[in-house]
Structures are given as C-alpha cells and as structure tokens.
C-alpha cells in the first residue's frame, strides 16, 4: 500500500530537476507510505518521464522496494495497492519459465504486462493504480482498479501531463489554482462528493475505475480504455440452495485472499451484516484470535457498540471499543476535512477517520464490510425503488405534488435522529413519475429543487447526471439491478471508497474490503433480484448463506449506519465556524450561493426551528474547503 505520482513532459527537463518535482510530490503524501519512497526518471530528445511512489510495506517487506524494473530495464512500474491473486499469477508465470527477484506482488504486474501488455490488467485481482513505463514502445500505462478502490488523479498543465493519488500532489505544483468547476459544483451539493471523471476543478479529473490510460511519449497523445468489459446483467438458471452455497464459498474465498498480509491484520467491527460476516470469516481463516475494532458514540441514538460485543464475544477475538464524544472531534475536524483535498460530507468520515486512528495501534492492515450493500443489495434506499413504483401506479402526480409540499412542512424534524419522519419526508421528494427519482435518492445534500434554492441560477445544472446514465446505457433506473450499477460507478467510486481512503491513510492503515471482489459482484449480477431482496428482505442470500452462525435473527437487527451526531456538533463546537461561513461579505464575494436563502437555511438549523444536518454540513465542508484550501495555503 502507498502513494504514487507522475510527470511526463514535452520538453527536456534534467533528472535532478525532475527528482526535485517528484520529491515534493511525494512528501505531500508520506502519510500514504511511511515506511519508504523511490523514484524514477527517464530523460529522452522527447521529454521527461518522472514515477515516485511513497510505501507502505505489508507484503515483501525486505525486497519490494519500489520502483521495480524489468530483467533488462526497459520497463519500470510504480504501484499503489494489493494484488490479490498475486501468488496465483506468480506460480502460472514461473511455470513459463518467467524468473522473479522479489516476492512483491508488484513485480508480478509487471512480469504479466511484459508478456500479455496492457491485456494482463484484465487478471489482476485487487485494488490498485499504477503507472508502467514501456521504453521499448514509448509509451506510459496508467491502470486504476475495477472498483475505484485506490484513486488516482491526472491533469495537463503546461507543457506537463501529471498524475498522482491525492489532488494535493498535484494542485501544488501549479502555479495557481485552477477555476471550480461548476460541474464539480454541482456535483458535491448533490450528493455530498464527486465522482469520477471530476474533480473540484476544472481540468483535473479522476481516472475512471475499471480504466486505463495509455500516454504516446513520442505524440504525447492520449487514450482512455475500459479494462475489464461490464456486460448487461443477465440472470443464470440457478437454484436458490446452490446460489446460497456458492456465495458462501465466495466470501470466504475473498476473506482468505484479502488476509495476506506480513504485518498485523484485524477487522472493523460495526456489528452490522457485513462486518459481522467479514471478521467471523476471517477468525475461522486462521488458529489466533482477531483483532476487532469498534467505535461507539457517547449519544445512545447512534451507539450500537452492543452489536460488535456480542460478534466479538461469538468468534473469541480480542475486542477493542472506543467510544468518542464531541471533544475527540474538536482536534481532528479540520485536517480529516481538509485531507480530502476537494469538498466531502460524507458524515460517516470523522468516525472512520477516528477508529483508523485508534486501529493503527495495533495493526497494519484492517478488512472491513465495505461494499456488502451494493453487491448484495443491502441499502434501505433500494426498498425505495419498490415503493415508487406501487406508489406512483396508485397516486396521480396532479396529488402527489400537493402531499409533497404538505410533508415539507409538517414532516420536519428539530433533531438528528433521522427517523421515520425524516425517511418519508426524503421518500416523498424523490418520487419521481418518470423513472428518474433513484438520482435524487442519492442525492444526500440536496434535490435538484433543493439545490436550486441555495444555488445562483448561472450556476445551476439541471443535467448532471447525463454522462453516467450513458455510460451504463440506463436512461431510467428501475429495478434493483439498475440501482447497484449506479452504485458502483457513482456512490462507491465516489463517496465510499474515498471516504475509507482518505481517512485510513491518512492514519498510514490499509483497509481491505473482501466484498469488493469482481468475481463475487458478477456472480450477485447473474442471480435473480428476488434472491437478493425478498420482499423487503435486504441482502436475502447473504444473510441465509451465515445465518447458522450467528444467534437466532441476529443478520435481521436493523443497524443505523455509520454516522455521527453533527447536527448538534454544527450547533455547538462548530457554531462559530459555520457562522462565519455565512456572514455576507463571503457570501458575496464567493459569487455561488443566493445570501437569504442560504442564511436562512443555515440559521434555521442553529436555532433548532428545523434540523438541515445533511444540507448545512455540505454547505460547512464547501465553505472549509473554499476558504482555507482554494483561497488558503493548506495543502
């Protein structure tokens, strides 16, 4: 696990020059990978080549250092991430009499591509970015993994193209910082973050996952291809007894891959399905017990420490449990927000960013459930899709608009608790009659009206979503198929696995997610929907598959989610700050937000009159990402 970072230039630039640029590329990220760093550079009539990376050693920790080179030192690859099936693919290529010198799975990438090129990526099981230098064709590889699991970002500027794993990388190299971008804009007021191919700023963007970039040194072009091809779903004649079987095999499969590791290994423990799973898998995978980690909330609406004790008490592992208050968030707020480099108001951030901290005390590396939801259909935003459809059948839209403003008014909330008012109120706003409401769903800062109401009208993007329901050939969204796929490319991309990323290396912890595997998201793909929900069943064939390992309806508790009491922490340590945010000469000078509107909004939720948690804490980690990272010097 580490960082990685690039230049290509279309110019000579020396090799000291271009070492400094990289050095300072990657001291920005040393959190990333404290144990070691490396660099690359190739000077050519053409241009300047640079690869840096920052490690983190979990697998070879004696001899894989980075950079790695091919026999005869044409080739060089930098990566950041885990392969796998590395072992798989090392033993198939000795077999063709391929020699290694290191037991890193690093240098099976690059044995692999020297044999296969760009093709091998379609092997490797993991979650990577890595860039390949081919001086044999000239030419430079950039590979993200299937899921997005590890990010990387990538821009022209001047007469640099450069990439590199967090935006700070490479915005400080600039000489200043690019517009916003009102896609970007848009985007993160939507949802709560940006997903691939933008960013906060115009001209940088993500590589998609599931992608590959290929860079002509000689033309300095560039092309963008698709890995591993993602086909239209399509149901397999299967019974439920042998899916059910299948998907147990899978998951333990995927745990026993994902538990490599030279360095200590446990598990986030939430108490939750997948988390409950993924440890219970992993303490039967090995004769020790396990290291567990838990966090809890000293307000009791969103402690659910009780379900991780009694998971850690069942599979005998050694349990840790902190339980954190208002005061441990007051020190850590501000760099966990501002390490994102761009806006992010996922709440869940601050306690993932807190039990990483608390975890790296004990061990290097930590699988956890993430992506349980969007493979095995667990999220309670997919009950929804059922009910718009029985809804909208049943009432007219000329009585649907009316009920709609009648629950604005009368569903509103004074406290954080997201209940069953809030849940119909958010159920109410999304029906759609057009098959377009699963957008607003996910939209957890705002609707589209909602957004138009904050938001300057020049501004405004009423079409933002367009190039992803392209890209999945999905102009309605309908079925629980259909809302997984947007999952993938959008919520998971963009607002889970940045989230995890961000927050666990930030605290130098590799975080591993067993459900995240291609093989196990193709074959819940092929299955009929029914054995994923049934009825308002979530995640049926999961739980059925371990529910004989756990206490009787234990897999059926419901569980909050990992949140945070910030709608009365915005009201209390973060009074002053936000209002600062809203005073009128920023307001103004900003040139983004309608003043009354946005005032109103926010003082509002400070007075208790109406809680605005979602929609105020985006508008607070915009307005601290505005002011000390776009007009600031934090980097």
């Known amino acids: 696990m580490c960082g990685i970072n690039g230049i290509l230039t279309t110019e000579q630039t020396s090799k000291n020059e271009m070492t400094g640029l990289l050095t300072k590329m990657n001291n ?11 660099t690359y550079v190739d000077v050519s009539p053409h241009g300047s080549i640079g690869m840096a990376m920052r490690r983190l050693s979990i697998i070879d920790l004696t001899s894989g250092k980075q950079p790695i080179y091919s026999d005869d030192g044409q080739m060089a690859i930098v990566f950041n991430g885990e392969i796998y099936n590395y072992r798989k693919l090392k033993s198939e290529l000795e077999a063709k009499g391929v020699k290694f010198k290191t037991t890193s799975d690093t240098e099976v990438i690059l044995k692999l591509y020297e044999l296969e090129g760009p093709d091998s990526f379609k092997k490797l099981d993991g979650m990577f ?3 390949i230098h081919d001086k044999n064709i000239d030419k430079v590889y950039i590979a993200r993994d299937f899921f997005g699991e590890k990010p990387l970002y990538y821009t022209k500027y001047k007469n640099k193209f450069m990439w590199a794993s967090e935006l700070k990388s490479i915005i ?22 940006i997903p691939s191919p933008h960013t906060i700023y115009e001209g940088i963007h993500k590589l998609d996952s599931n992608h590959y970039m290929e860079y002509n040194v000689l033309s300095h072009e560039v092309t963008i291809q698709q890995i591993n091809p993602e086909p239209t779903p399509k149901t397999i004649n299967i019974s439920f007894g042998e899916a059910q079987e299948k998907v147990k095999q899978k998951v333990y499969e995927s745990v026993e891959s994902r538990s490599v590791s030279d360095v200590p290994l446990g598990t986030f423990l939430s108490g939750g399905v997948d988390s409950s799973i993924i440890s219970l898998c992993l303490s039967q995978a090995t004769d020790k017990r396990i290291e567990t980690f838990s966090i809890g909330f000293k307000k009791a609406s969103f402690d659910e420490t ?3 004790q009694l998971v850690a008490k069942l599979i005998n592992s050694n349990h840790h449990e902190f339980v954190i208050d208002e005061d441990d968030l007051k020190d850590n707020v501000h760099e966990i927000l501002l390490n994102f480099d761009e806006p992010f108001s996922d709440t869940a951030a601050l306690p993932t960013y807190l039990v990483s901290k608390k975890t790296r005390e004990f061990v290097t590396v930590a699988l956890t459930g993430d992506g349980g939801d969007e493979v095995f259909g667990g999220y309670n935003k997919y009950y929804i899709g059922k009910m718009n459809d029985r809804y909208t059948k049943i009432v007219p839209k000329s009585v649907h608009e009316p009920l709609r403003k009648l629950a604005n008014s009368v569903l509103t909330t004074k406290d954080d608790n997201r209940g069953k008012r809030f849940k119909l109120r958010k159920l109410l706003n999304s029906i759609d009659y057009n098959g377009q409401f699963y957008w607003d769903i996910i939209s957890l800062a705002n609707t589209h009206d909602q957004l138009s109401e904050i938001l300057l009208p020049n501004l405004l993007d009423s079409n933002i979503f367009s190039e ?3 890209r999945l050939n999905l102009e309605k969204a309908t079925s629980l198929t259909h809302f997984r796929q947007i999952d993938k490319i959008v919520s998971l991309e963009g607002g ?14 590799e975080c591993r997610a067993p459900f995240l595997n291609r093989e196990l998201w193709e074959f819940t793909n092929s299955l009929p929907e029914s054995f994923l929900m049934k009825g308002w069943n979530k995640k049926y064939i999961l739980k059925e598959a371990f529910k ?5 309806q234990f897999l059926e508790k419901s569980k909050s989610g990992f949140g945070s009491p910030l709608g009365d922490w915005l009201r209390s340590s973060l009074k002053k700050e936000l209002e600062s945010y809203i005073e009128p000469h920023k307001i103004d000078t900003q040139g983004i937000f309608k003043k009354e509107e946005i005032t109103k909004l926010v003082r509002n939720h400070l007075s208790g009159k109406q ?4 929609r105020v804490w985006a508008f607070y980690c915009f307005q601290k990402w505005y002011w000390n990272i776009y007009l600031g010097t934090h980097i």
């Open 611 to 614: 809680d605005n948690t979602f």
């Open 468 to 470: 992803y329901k392209e």
């Open 129 to 131: 970015a890595f860039s």
């Open 496 to 509: 889970m696995l940045p989230k995890v990323d961000r927050t666990s290396m930030q605290n130098s912890l």
């Open 172 to 193: 400080n190299l600039m000489d200043t910082k690019p517009q916003i971008s009102p896609k970007g804009i848009n985007l993160f007021f939507r949802l709560t973050y």
């Open 548 to 552: 004989d390992q756990f206490p009787d």
């Open 306 to 308: 009780d379900k991780s």
């Open 28 to 38: 920005l990220i040393i959190h990333r990978g404290p144990d070691q760093d490396g």
